[in-house]
């Protein structure tokens, strides 16, 4: 039986999605806005 795909890792999901990346792009910055719009307790991971 194969091992399952996801592996998860800490430092990768916060380097992939966190907020600092979120608002080093222009995309990111407009998915934060968007969050805080709708008024996400979290905005990134």
């Not at 890792?9 to 934060?32: E, N, P, Q, W, Y």
Request: charged letters at 45%.
């Amino acid at each position: 039986m194969p091992k399952r795909t996801r592996q998860p890792k800490k430092k990768k999901r916060v380097r992939k999605h966190g907020f600092l990346i979120r608002m080093s792009t222009a995309s990111g910055r407009k998915t934060i806005k968007q969050r805080r719009v709708k008024k996400r307790t979290r905005l990134a991971v």
